[in-house]
């Protein structure tokens, strides 16, 4: 009998060999599931081991304030030589595009100045100010996996655990718990920037006031984020989570909405699988615990969440669990969300998990980096992921035309309270409005599915109704229409104010599909 390592040797060589005969593209795209099990969830698992040691060694041993400002130091010296040798280009972050979590491909690092940002710890948690300060590059995983071992949490703390806090800050970030407390942004009490001339500036709702409501969803166009302080609340063992299914799209909307305003609930969810069946959540934390409803859900071998949630509305019955509050953070972010089915069609199956589990999900960040263009090609036309961010008030309108425009579902369904601020995103009025942000991801089953037209119909209804699109997406607007949806009044004003247009490209030019073909 073989081996087992001869055995491995001759499946690799096997798989060489037909990777030969049929060529590597056809492989990437028509059997991806092999190269991401094979090569990118080892890979991938490698990644998390390196940082998650590298980010508890650092922070045991408080290398990271030291470090921090003579980093910051070298930022501002990039910027300063930059503008010695005449700003001929625009400045960007050093960071490939492929390490970050949006899909996009951003062309503009192939032609900008790129400054190397090399900031990716926490400097500080203060349990007595409530705050913890952390640099850009941290992500939600670092910030799960400290907090709450120490009994602290974020108020909103967005799912997938590769997000970054530059990212959630400069793009924007939701999850269950922004009923109460806003987007990521609004649970931020302050940011540290290098501006265009290579001058610091610290900025709070006090203190460069227009500054600090300006940076959010700007892009990294306004300066380079290289600190913020983020609000932390004390965190509980669990979240108890109920389950309840509904039928009929009204109905839907009626309960999702009065879940929405309950104050009480610290989570609300929804996850819709067709127009008319859902199942809704809420969530409140605690320390108390039934045992025979405990289920950790972020265990490697346990069903993915979704189909887990699906199977409430199977039965039609409504339950009750107890959730680890770490595993209820990152409940989506095994199967991300919904969008691993597509790459590994067999993923939940239990045999799958038990096996292989441990090493799922593969990095968003390295399915990017080896799609090539041909794959990218074919996501972009017969792929959708979009989050667009409505007025509650329009949910059923919406929900009605996200099914005739692209029909994908599931859909998620997450509530936020929009406060009255300054800034590219706030509420029609002058008060703060309850709005919901409607994530769509997966193949498109509307009949003739054309990418741009059908999105630009989709972008269409949702300025119609004073609402948002989340800009990591693929964003088909013009100009004109952009700037219709987003308010850029203070936005244009700093620009000017602090130098920027020599210096940064405008947030339309960086993000959206008509200015970078």
Same mark, same amino acid.
């Not at 040797?9 to 099990?37: M, S």
């Not at 990271?64 to 972050?93: N, Y």
């Not at 069609?345 to 980096?369: E, T």
């Given at each position: 009998?073989?081996?087992?390592?001869?055995?491995?040797?001759?499946?690799?060589?096997?798989?060489?060999?037909?990777?030969?005969?049929?060529?590597?593209?056809?492989?990437?795209?028509?059997?991806?599931?092999?190269?991401?099990?094979?090569?990118?969830?080892?890979?991938?698992?490698?990644?998390?081991?390196?940082?998650?040691?590298?980010?508890?060694?650092?922070?045991?041993?408080?290398?990271?304030?030291?470090?921090?400002?003579?980093?910051?130091?070298?930022?501002?010296?990039?910027?300063?030589?930059?503008?010695?040798?005449?700003?001929?280009?625009?400045?960007?972050?050093?960071?490939?595009?492929?390490?970050?979590?949006?899909?996009?491909?951003?062309?503009?690092?192939?032609?900008?100045? /790129?400054?190397?940002?090399?900031?990716?710890?926490?400097?500080?948690?203060?349990?007595?100010?409530?705050?913890?300060?952390?640099?850009?590059?941290?992500?939600?995983?670092?910030?799960?996996?400290?907090?709450?071992?120490?009994?602290?949490?974020?108020?909103?703390?967005?799912?997938?655990?590769?997000?970054?806090?530059?990212?959630?800050?400069?793009?924007?970030?939701?999850?269950?718990?922004?009923?109460?407390?806003?987007?990521?942004?609004?649970?931020?009490?302050?940011?540290?920037?290098?501006?265009?001339?290579?001058?610091?500036?610290?900025?709070?709702?006090?203190?460069?006031?227009?500054?600090?409501?300006?940076?959010?969803?700007?892009?990294?166009?306004?300066?380079?984020?290289?600190?913020?302080?983020?609000?932390?609340?004390?965190?509980?063992? !669990?979240?108890?989570?109920?389950?309840?299914?509904?039928?009929?799209?009204?109905?839907?909307?009626?309960?999702?909405?009065?879940?929405?305003?309950?104050?009480?609930?610290?989570?609300?969810?929804?996850?819709?699988?067709?127009?008319?069946?859902?199942?809704?959540?809420?969530?409140?934390?605690?320390?108390?615990?039934?045992?025979?409803?405990?289920?950790?859900?972020? /265990?490697?071998?346990?069903?993915?969440?979704?189909?887990?949630?699906?199977?409430?509305?199977?039965?039609?019955?409504?339950?009750?669990?107890?959730?680890?509050?770490?595993?209820?953070?990152?409940?989506?972010?095994?199967?991300?969300?919904?969008?691993?089915?597509?790459?590994?069609?067999?993923?939940?199956?239990?045999?799958?998990?038990?096996?292989?589990?441990?090493?799922?999900?593969?990095?968003?960040?390295?399915?990017?980096?080896?799609?090539?263009?041909?794959?990218?090609?074919?996501?972009?036309?017969?792929?959708?992921?979009?989050?667009?961010?409505?007025?509650?008030?329009?949910?059923?309108?919406?929900?009605?035309?996200?099914?005739?425009?692209?029909?994908?579902?599931?859909?998620?369904?997450?509530?936020?309270?929009?406060?009255?601020?300054?800034?590219?995103?706030?509420?029609?009025?002058?008060?703060?409005?309850?709005?919901?942000?409607?994530?769509? !991801?997966?193949?498109?089953?509307?009949?003739?599915?054309?990418?741009?037209?059908?999105?630009?119909?989709?972008?269409?209804?949702?300025?119609?109704?004073?609402?948002?699109?989340?800009?990591?997406?693929?964003? !088909?607007?013009?100009?004109?229409?952009?700037?219709?949806?987003?308010?850029?009044?203070?936005?244009?004003?700093?620009?000017?104010?602090?130098?920027?247009?020599?210096?940064?490209?405008?947030?339309?030019?960086?993000?959206?599909?008509?200015?970078?073909?």
């Amino acid at each position: 009998m073989m081996e087992p390592a001869e055995s491995l040797a001759v499946c690799a060589l096997l798989f060489l060999l037909w990777v030969r005969v049929k060529g590597l593209e056809f492989v990437l795209i028509h059997q991806r599931w092999v190269f991401v099990c094979l090569f990118l969830l080892p890979l991938s698992l490698i990644f998390d081991i390196y940082y998650y040691v590298r980010a508890w060694v650092v922070f045991k041993l408080s290398s990271a304030p030291r470090l921090h400002e003579q980093r910051v130091r070298d930022i501002q010296k990039q910027v300063r030589e930059w503008k010695e040798q005449g700003s001929k280009t625009f400045m960007c972050t050093g960071r490939p595009g492929w390490l970050t979590v949006s899909l996009r491909v951003g062309k503009y690092k192939k032609t900008h100045k /790129n400054i190397m940002i090399n900031l990716m710890d926490i400097l500080e948690v203060d349990t007595k100010k409530q705050i913890v300060r952390v640099e850009p590059l941290v992500t939600m995983g670092q910030v799960t996996a400290l907090l709450t071992s120490i009994g602290w949490t974020l108020p909103v703390l967005p799912e997938l655990d590769d997000l970054t806090v530059g990212g959630l800050i400069m793009g924007t970030g939701i999850e269950s718990s922004s009923h109460k407390y806003g987007l990521f942004q609004h649970i931020c009490t302050a940011y540290e920037l290098v501006l265009a001339d290579g001058s610091f500036v610290r900025c709070t709702p006090s203190e460069n006031s227009d500054l600090f409501y300006a940076v959010p969803w700007s892009c990294g166009t306004l300066g380079f984020l290289v600190a913020a302080e983020i609000r932390i609340i004390p965190a509980k063992k !669990y979240v108890k989570l109920r389950f309840e299914p509904v039928q009929g799209l009204e109905a839907i909307c009626a309960k999702f909405t009065h879940e929405s305003q309950r104050q009480e609930n610290h989570f609300v969810e929804g996850l819709l699988y067709s127009l008319d069946e859902a199942v809704i959540m809420t969530g409140v934390m605690t320390d108390e615990v039934e045992p025979s409803k405990l289920n950790s859900i972020g /265990n490697y071998y346990k069903p993915w969440f979704f189909k887990h949630v699906e199977n409430y509305l199977k039965t039609n019955r409504g339950g009750l669990e107890y959730i680890p509050l770490r595993h209820y953070y990152h409940r989506h972010t095994r199967s991300i969300f919904w969008e691993l089915q597509d790459i590994i069609p067999f993923g939940n199956n239990p045999i799958f998990r038990y096996l292989f589990g441990w090493m799922v999900p593969p990095k968003i960040s390295l399915l990017k980096l080896t799609q090539g263009e041909t794959l990218r090609k074919l996501y972009e036309q017969h792929h959708v992921v979009q989050d667009m961010l409505v007025p509650m008030k329009c949910l059923q309108q919406a929900l009605h035309t996200f099914q005739n425009d692209i029909h994908v579902y599931p859909i998620w369904l997450c509530p936020f309270i929009l406060p009255s601020q300054p800034g590219l995103v706030h509420p029609k009025g002058n008060e703060a409005e309850l709005y919901i942000d409607i994530g769509a !991801y997966g193949e498109p089953r509307v009949k003739h599915f054309e990418a741009r037209s059908c999105m630009r119909q989709l972008e269409k209804f949702v300025r119609s109704v004073h609402g948002f699109q989340m800009l990591y997406a693929d964003c !088909y607007m013009n100009r004109e229409e952009f700037w219709e949806m987003f308010d850029g009044s203070l936005y244009h004003k700093l620009r000017e104010k602090l130098g920027c247009q020599d210096a940064f490209p405008e947030v339309y030019d960086k993000i959206c599909k008509a200015a970078r073909h």
